[in-house]
């Protein structure tokens, strides 16, 4: 089995250069975050976006090929790939024609072989964040191992979130009997240990992650379907909140929904702008808000062949 890799795409602060197309010939070549042109639209197949002076290339067969990221790239080994990831902490989960999964370093060298987890057959793996990565057994479970490729948690959980700011939200699996509001889940550290627990029911992650203030957002069992909170790391509440629906939160600010509108507020509470644009952006302190219905979509560093997204 080939397998699949899978990245996330809700945080893209490692993307280094950012594939770009010509629209003069159709080539393809690579720019700087600021639009700075480092490879000049030389390349017929698309790109990938480089991270740690890496990139991925598609060659005329559909398959993946490292290229080091400099003005004159140069194709570092042989080796093709049926998919591919990101780099992160010098590591990138790709799978080989044949092969199975696995994660190589910078040079294309082979450092965690993937193909089986716990004696599970792997189906996914994912990216590293905080020095952990996910990976998904072919029943559907998913663990963590670190970039030893030890398992730091067994592929036991419905579903695992990555790691941001040293935590991460499993789901457990659900108990003969047991209905989809008795679901457990909790919050564990990087060596797996669980920090506090909850169910659906009572209360169910929105974000699936910690700003670095140690917050995290929820959905609470209210009698309003409006109502959200914030909880520390203790699964305290921190704050309630009331909104028709969640976007996103970064910066310490929360991009919200009243209605078919989009605002912003911080973890305090207090509004920075009124819910009245179509859509709310934030990253890097910087805030984007725009009354247009098209709304751009974050860009992707690999694209999975076949699996799940």
């Known amino acids: 089995m080939e397998g699949s890799v899978t990245i ?3 945080d893209y602060a490692f993307v280094q ?6 629209k003069n010939d159709s080539l393809w070549g690579l720019m700087n975050l600021d639009g700075k042109v480092l490879v000049k639209p030389t390349f017929k197949n698309k790109l990938l976006d480089a991270t740690q002076d890496r990139f991925f290339v598609q060659n005329a067969d559909s398959l993946w090929e490292l290229y080091s990221a400099e003005p004159e790239p140069k194709r570092i080994g042989n080796d093709q790939y049926v998919s591919v990831g990101a780099f992160q902490y010098g590591l990138c989960p790709v799978s080989k024609p044949h092969e199975g999964l696995m994660y190589i370093n910078v040079n294309g060298e ?23 990565a996910r990976v998904q057994t072919t029943d ?73 203030d140690g917050l995290a957002i929820v959905k609470t069992n209210g009698d309003d379907d409006k109502t959200y909170a914030l909880i520390d790391e203790t699964g305290e509440i921190v704050r309630d909140l009331t909104m ?47 009354n247009d219905k098209f709304r751009p979509l974050p860009t992707r560093t690999a694209y999975p062949a076949g699996g799940f997204s």
Do not use: H
Not at 112 to 131: C, G, P, Q, Y
Not at 155 to 178: C, N, T
Not at 189 to 209: A, C, H, K, W
């Open 8 to 10: 996330s795409t809700d």
């Open 17 to 22: 250069y950012l594939c770009f197309q010509s």
């Open 110 to 132: 082979k450092v965690i072989d993937m193909a089986t987890m716990d004696s599970k057959e792997v189906l996914a793996a994912f990216n590293f964040f905080d020095e952990r």
């Open 140 to 212: 559907g479970c998913q663990g963590i191992i670190d970039k030893q490729g030890t398992i730091i948690v067994k592929p036991d959980y419905d579903e695992v979130s990555d790691y941001r700011y040293g935590k991460a939200f499993v789901y457990k699996p659900l108990k003969p009997g047991q209905d989809k509001g008795e679901q457990e889940w909790a919050v564990i550290d990087t060596e797996g240990n669980e920090l506090f627990s909850s169910t659906v029911g009572q209360m169910y992650p929105i974000l699936d992650r910690y700003t670095a």
């Open 244 to 290: 028709d629906s969640v976007d996103d939160m970064r910066d310490d600010n929360i991009v919200f929904a009243m209605g078919n509108k989009y605002g912003l507020m911080n973890v305090d509470g207090e509004m920075l702008i009124k819910p009245s644009f179509d859509w709310v952006a934030t990253s890097g302190g910087i805030i984007i808000a725009c």
